[in-house]
């Protein structure tokens, strides 16, 4: 049993391993095209980096489907369509201004002047209930 489990252990890192071989590119443009394409897109799994800072094996895996479908002659906005249609706009860095992303691209504005006006309202408040000065008599001793 301990030898099954070692083979297909070491059968897996064998497989990850080639699997994260570098890619070749076929001339310098689509290397920058390439570049481009996966800064913009968020890797599904590490969620906080991008296709290409991500070391994920679905990163990779991401990233040899977009040199594919790059091949095949699709845009960059039909290689961004198809990753929105198989991962949710997730996927995208960017992701149109539509109703269902409003809160994220309006949300942290809203939150803004919520914060200022609330500051404003308890300055204010506090600077009404602060009594007036009391008129100076510099004539008093004490």
Known sequence: MRKLVLILLLATIGFVASAMEPIDYRNAAEEQRFRALT???RCVLCQNQSLAES???IAHDLRLEILRLMREG?????IKQYLVARYTDFVLYRPEVEPS???LWFGPGLLVIAGATVIFAI???RSADTPAA???NDNQEW
């Open 55 to 57: 070391n994920a094996p």
């Open 39 to 41: 800064q913009e897109l």
């Open 101 to 103: 992303t409003w809160l």
């Open 123 to 125: 300055v204010r408040r």
């Open 134 to 136: 009391l008129p100076s």
């Open 74 to 78: 699709k845009t960059d906005d039909q």
